[in-house]
């Protein structure tokens, strides 16, 4: 069977710990503990004829073509070779999230201490704290532009910022205090000077729930919100929630464009794919959804045999292929057009927590060789997964082989709740307060660091340098060439076979 009929209920099942409620006594946290849910009834298999084909690959490359490039195969493999760099520190609980911006110049992370941070990516200098959210701060999404910041909430709103000046985009706003639901006290303005400081920072007279009048926050949802993700064209933020549904949001209107009734549990990750047609949710019911963005049909529901919790999702970087995070200590790669399992990528620990990661892909420039093109202009490049680890690793996979290639060994203290990468610059978040940043060592390279005490970070790094970070389509023929459909799994329902 393909899928799980929406309208049938799952068994009751406790959620997975919030990553913001890392041993949180408050009446409100949520229980640390998990249990996967038993097996469900299942449906006949959805309507798939909506569903793109093969086409969905920017590239058509054959999966098992060699690479013309004969000179190749004297070169060493680049192999990722992430070293720490920076430690920042600022939040005052756990960091739930952790995200790079587009252009790899800037960090932003959430907290359960109510905030998020923008941090310089190069220096680690503190640039902005964004204050606002009336509880923790679960998830972070940059716009496409890497000016526009979006944060998630257990207050169960959605806020837009602008990177620059650090204000809301689409001003937090209640209409008992628009200023200190903004997290901008005014204290002594009044007048013209309260006028001219609202007009500078954007901040309203009043908001309007599930509108933009008085440019308010994004609400709607009926509880906690867990994920976010921008379009590629910045147009639209996907939104999950605790209430179960998945929300698409017109951002420059700021109004609600369509609710879908995904799931059965929480939904713990959402994700566009590269061309912005396909929106992919996850939820701890143990499915996958893929879902057209345009008319919020459901295209495509995948679920493993053992249906264990899924935790986070996202698209390849061509679009092609679902990375899975699952509460068994597995991360699987699913073909959602066929339906089947790709491969399956074990050596981290993952049972009771929510924790993420994601591809990366590094190219010659990045591993100090240059650009070494072959005689059709392509760069050598290898595409790899990251994730992070209960035990506070992190953990890399090839994505051809599932051998690990890297581990980074007590990367935090406590859990390791997310990690991000943009090419050569890997960022991680955890139940220690901090975010650490990873810098990928060159071939014969050297790292350039001095320790030091800065506002904010504990390390500041010396190199100024700007590393080029390759594009999502570079990955496009590795990501193909490397995914051999001879290895794929029996099925949606058949457990891939572990070598």
Same mark, same amino acid.
């Given at each position: 069977?393909?899928?799980? $009929?929406?309208?049938?209920?799952?068994?009751?099942?406790?959620?997975?710990?919030?990553?913001?409620?890392?041993?949180?006594?408050?009446?409100?946290? @949520?229980?640390? #503990?998990?249990?996967?849910?038993?097996?469900?009834?299942?449906?006949?298999?959805?309507?798939?004829?909506?569903?793109?084909?093969?086409?969905?690959?920017?590239?058509?490359?054959?999966?098992?073509?060699?690479?013309?490039?004969?000179?190749?195969?004297?070169? =060493?493999?680049?192999?990722?070779?992430?070293?720490?760099?920076?430690?920042?520190?600022?939040?005052?609980?756990?960091?739930?999230?952790?995200?790079?911006?587009?252009?790899?110049?800037? =960090?932003? &992370?959430?907290?359960? !201490?109510? @905030?998020?941070?923008?941090?310089?990516?190069?220096?680690?200098?503190?640039?902005?704290?964004?204050?606002?959210?009336?509880?923790?701060?679960? #998830?972070?999404?940059?716009?496409?532009?890497?000016?526009?910041?979006?944060?998630?909430?257990?207050?169960?709103?959605?806020?837009?910022?602008?990177?620059?000046?650090?204000?809301?985009?689409?001003?937090?706003?209640?209409?008992?205090?628009?200023?200190?639901?903004?997290?901008?006290?005014?204290?002594?303005?009044?007048?013209?000077?309260?006028?001219?400081?609202?007009?500078? @920072?954007?901040?309203?007279?009043? /908001?309007?729930?599930?509108?933009?009048?008085?440019?308010?926050?994004?609400?709607?949802?009926?509880?906690?919100?867990?994920?976010?993700?921008?379009?590629?064209?910045?147009?639209?933020?996907?939104?999950?929630?605790?209430?179960?549904?998945?929300?698409?949001?017109?951002?420059?209107?700021?109004?609600?464009?369509?609710?879908?009734?995904?799931? $059965?549990?929480?939904?713990?990750?959402?994700?566009?794919?590269? !061309? /912005?047609?396909?929106?992919?949710?996850?939820?701890?019911?143990?499915? =996958?959804?893929?879902?057209?963005?345009?008319?919020?049909?459901?295209?495509?529901?995948?679920?493993?045999?053992?249906?264990?919790?899924?935790?986070?999702?996202?698209?390849?970087?061509?679009?092609?292929?679902?990375?899975?995070?699952?509460? !068994?200590? &597995?991360?699987?790669?699913?073909?959602?057009?066929?339906?089947?399992?790709?491969? @399956?990528?074990?050596?981290?620990?993952?049972?009771?927590? $929510?924790?993420?990661?994601?591809?990366?892909?590094?190219? !010659?420039?990045?591993?100090?060789? /240059?650009?070494?093109?072959?005689?059709?202009?392509?760069i050598r490049q290898q595409a790899f997964i990251t994730s992070a680890s209960e035990d506070g690793d992190i953990v890399m996979w090839d994505v051809?082989?599932?051998?690990?290639?890297?581990?980074?060994?007590?990367?935090?203290?406590g859990v390791c709740f997310w990690v991000d990468v943009h090419g050569s610059t890997m960022a991680s978040a955890g139940q220690d307060n901090l975010?650490?940043?990873?810098?990928?060592?060159?071939?014969?390279?050297?790292?350039?660091r001095e320790n030091g005490v800065g506002e904010g970070i504990d390390g500041v790094n010396g190199d100024d340098e700007q590393d080029g970070t390759?594009?999502?389509?570079?990955?496009?023929?590795?990501?193909?060439?490397?995914?051999?459909? $001879?290895?794929?799994?029996?099925?949606?329902?058949?457990?891939?076979?572990?070598?």
């Amino acid at each position: 069977m393909a899928g799980i $009929s929406p309208e049938t209920a799952l068994p009751a099942t406790e959620p997975p710990s919030k990553r913001r409620r890392v041993q949180d006594d408050s009446v409100d946290s @949520t229980p640390s #503990c998990f249990e996967s849910p038993d097996g469900a009834p299942q449906s006949p298999a959805p309507n798939t004829s909506r569903l793109p084909d093969q086409s969905l690959s920017i590239r058509h490359a054959n999966l098992h073509a060699k690479p013309n490039n004969h000179h190749r195969h004297d070169q =060493i493999p680049i192999i990722p070779n992430y070293q720490p760099h920076l430690v920042l520190q600022g939040h005052t609980r756990a960091v739930s999230q952790v995200r790079i911006s587009p252009d790899g110049r800037w =960090i932003a &992370s959430a907290s359960a !201490d109510g @905030t998020a941070k923008i941090w310089d990516a190069a220096t680690g200098a503190h640039l902005e704290t964004l204050v606002g959210h009336m509880a923790g701060v679960s #998830c972070v999404a940059w716009a496409p532009d890497s000016n526009t910041l979006a944060t998630g909430s257990d207050d169960k709103a959605i806020r837009l910022w602008d990177r620059v000046t650090g204000s809301p985009a689409h001003a937090v706003a209640h209409r008992e205090n628009p200023g200190a639901a903004a997290g901008l006290v005014m204290k002594g303005l009044t007048g013209k000077a309260a006028a001219a400081r609202r007009a500078r @920072t954007g901040v309203p007279g009043e /908001g309007v729930r599930g509108g933009r009048t008085g440019r308010g926050p994004l609400l709607g949802h009926h509880n906690y919100v867990y994920c976010l993700a921008f379009s590629p064209k910045g147009n639209i933020l996907a939104s999950g929630s605790y209430d179960e549904a998945v929300f698409l949001w017109d951002v420059r209107a700021g109004r609600l464009m369509r609710s879908l009734p995904a799931h $059965s549990d929480p939904v713990s990750g959402v994700d566009f794919c590269r !061309d /912005g047609t396909l929106v992919v949710s996850c939820s701890t019911d143990g499915l =996958i959804r893929i879902w057209d963005t345009s008319t919020g049909q459901c295209l495509r529901t995948l679920v493993h045999e053992d249906n264990p919790a899924v935790t986070n999702v996202c698209f390849s970087p061509n679009g092609r292929f679902v990375l899975a995070f699952n509460l !068994d200590h &597995s991360i699987r790669l699913w073909d959602y057009v066929s339906g089947a399992v790709k491969k @399956t990528y074990q050596g981290h620990t993952n049972k009771g927590f $929510s924790i993420g990661g994601c591809f990366g892909v590094l190219t !010659d420039a990045d591993d100090g060789a /240059g650009e070494d093109a072959d005689d059709n202009g392509n760069i050598r490049q290898q595409a790899f997964i990251t994730s992070a680890s209960e035990d506070g690793d992190i953990v890399m996979w090839d994505v051809a082989s599932k051998a690990v290639v890297q581990r980074i060994k007590g990367a935090h203290k406590g859990v390791c709740f997310w990690v991000d990468v943009h090419g050569s610059t890997m960022a991680s978040a955890g139940q220690d307060n901090l975010i650490k940043v990873f810098r990928h060592r060159p071939r014969g390279g050297r790292l350039k660091r001095e320790n030091g005490v800065g506002e904010g970070i504990d390390g500041v790094n010396g190199d100024d340098e700007q590393d080029g970070t390759p594009d999502a389509a570079m990955a496009d023929e590795e990501l193909q060439r490397r995914i051999g459909a $001879s290895e794929a799994s029996p099925g949606l329902h058949v457990k891939e076979e572990q070598p």
